[in-house]
């Protein structure tokens, strides 16, 4: 069955960097665009970026975010550079399939505080 694992959260100091990974199995990879999304504490899902047709940032993260993959290991990176405190929040990868998003992994902790 599909599978997205997220790991490399953590917490991390105010302009620090983090590299999230998101293991994808049970599904063709190359095959698929990905998604990164979060959720901040007590606020709605917030899209971040993709890699789809081409590379696609949200304006908060732009500059400071990039995303990869990598198929031989059917893993998407998450490259977090300059991190801030409002980068709070539980990271997620999404397989995009005909523009939805139908399969999620279980999330990640990023915490950014001093």
């Known amino acids: 069955q599909v599978q997205l694992v997220e790991s490399g959260g953590g917490l991390v100091q105010p302009g620090g960097s983090l590299r999230l990974s998101c293991a994808a199995s049970?599904?063709?990879?190359?095959?698929?665009?990905m998604s990164w999304v979060r959720q901040a504490p007590g606020k709605g899902l917030e899209w971040v970026l993709e890699?789809?047709?081409?590379?696609y940032y949200a304006d908060s993260v732009k500059g400071r975010f990039t995303i990869s993959r990598d198929s031989a290991k059917n893993t998407v990176y998450l490259q977090m550079n300059s991190l801030k405190p409002e980068d709070t929040a539980v990271y997620y990868c999404?397989?995009?399939?005909?523009?939805?998003?139908?399969?999620w992994g279980q999330g990640t902790q990023v915490t950014v505080s001093s």
């Open positions: 999404a397989r995009i399939n005909g523009g939805l998003y139908d399969y």
């Open positions: 049970g599904f063709t990879f190359s095959s698929y665009y």
């Open positions: 890699l789809s047709s081409g590379t």
